[in-house]
């Protein structure tokens, strides 16, 4: 059976066509640039990169595209082939603690939450509204970035705010990237060979988030309201005072949305040191750039702090720190130095098996703590499409 799993942002669709039960991937692309007249996509298949270019108005016409770059490749004959379509949507808020069908009612409070994804919604609905367009009758379900977090004690998603922010306005902890801390725990249920365990997982990327899992379940985790919370991103700040942004906006004249937007798009890793990207960061920071050299240290500052807070949480019962995502699999020197400063917890790094994992050298996954480490360290790679089409397919399959 052929199942598609959906990433729409708001410029950008990723897509990967998946044959289940076999997980196997067909055919992948990401077409970007969407309403720019620049738009462009490149699909990937039997290890073939095929790069196309075409004004795209809407997301209408990039589905267009995707549809037939499956057809056009031959990795479906038809598209009745298609028997499912996995979308990952960003808030589910409250409601929804797990992946569900897609109804008129589901679109509705996919629209009714942009209040609390003004940023990714917009784009997560029109990708859904325009594959239903086309696709009638082919079932869809809504995988939330928020879903997996949804079990986490009221003490730890609260704010110490007036309390009827939360009651009327939902303002709460609700956290993100709950696909990949899902697809983590799972596979680490399958190694470990055990549901109930206690986890660490770190995925750290452009995005970055770390979560606690206490008995095979998200205890708590770094991101808050929104994805802007947590650790220092990219382009994100992170936590912050919260005052900053009224001062800020008095001694600028810049609106409360303009500083939000520097607060997003702005700060983190390019705020500090002039570049987005750890990469170009650490290529800074080797040729002696202080501000470069400034914000890795920021950076792994925050993450090592908050593992130590998550195993203070987990009171020390800790069956495995995972790293994950871009940084997460390939950092070989960013995990070195977090590592480190773990080490008044009796973490301890084998520095050559940490050289020898990243997803472009032979081996991408592993144990990179010493054998005398009081807890082992991990890498493996996240896989959010896998998860959103196992998803799809387990809903989809029990109908």
């Known amino acids: 059976m052929k199942f598609l799993c959906v990433n729409a942002g708001s410029s950008s669709l990723k897509f990967q066509l998946f044959d289940m039960p076999e997980e196997k991937v067909l055919i992948s692309g990401y077409i970007e640039k969407i309403g720019m007249e620049d738009s462009f996509w490149n699909t990937k298949i039997n290890g073939q990169k095929i790069r196309g270019e075409k004004y795209l108005k809407n997301h209408n016409e990039a589905v267009e595209v995707l549809l037939n770059e499956l057809l056009d490749n031959k990795a479906v004959n038809s598209l009745d082939e298609i028997k499912g379509v996995g979308h990952r949507v960003l808030h589910g808020g409250e409601k929804y603690a797990d992946s569900v069908l897609i109804t008129d009612d589901v679109i509705q409070d996919i629209k009714d939450l942009t209040k609390l994804g003004p ?12 594959l239903r367009e086309v696709l009638p009758k082919v079932p869809m379900v809504a995988v939330y970035d928020t879903a997996f977090h949804q079990t986490m004690p009221k003490e730890n998603y609260i704010y110490p705010v007036p309390y009827e922010w939360y ?3 939902g303002v709460r902890k ?8 899902k697809y983590i725990t799972t596979v680490m249920k399958e190694k470990l060979e055990r549901d109930d365990l206690n986890l660490i997982i770190c995925h750290i990327g452009s995005g970055a988030s770390i979560s606690a899992i206490k008995n095979g379940k998200c205890f708590d985790t770094t991101m808050g309201l929104t994805p802007l919370d947590g650790l220092m991103m990219g382009t ?3 936590a912050i005072d919260p005052s900053i942004l009224e001062y800020v906006c008095k001694e600028s004249g810049e609106s409360i949305s303009d500083i939000t937007n520097s607060l997003n798009k702005k700060s983190g890793l390019l705020g500090v040191a002039g570049f987005s990207d750890s990469r170009d960061v650490e290529n800074a920071a080797a040729s002696g750039d202080e501000r470069a050299i400034l914000a890795l240290n920021m950076y ?5 702090n908050y593992i130590a807070q998550y195993y203070i949480e987990l009171e020390g019962n800790v069956d ?3 790293f994950t995502a871009g940084v997460g699999e390939n950092g070989i020197e960013a995990r070195e130095s977090i590592l480190n400063q773990l080490a008044p917890l009796g973490i301890k790094v084998d520095k050559k098996a940490n050289s020898l994992i990243a997803s472009y050298k032979d081996k991408q996954e592993g144990i990179i703590s010493s054998k005398d480490s009081k807890i082992p ?4 790679p ?3 499409e896998l998860m959103i089409v196992k998803d799809a397919y387990s809903i989809i399959t029990k109908q």
Request: proline share 2%; with cysteine.
């Open 119 to 130: 940023l990714h919604h917009p784009g997560n609905l029109a990708g859904i509204e325009a």
């Open 167 to 169: 009651l009327k306005y």
């Open 174 to 181: 609700y956290g993100f990237h709950g696909t990949s801390h």
């Open 236 to 238: 994100r700040c992170g």
């Open 300 to 304: 792994n500052n925050r993450i090592a």
């Open 320 to 322: 495995a720190i995972v």
């Open 377 to 380: 360290v991990w890498v493996v």
């Open 382 to 384: 996240t896989n959010e």
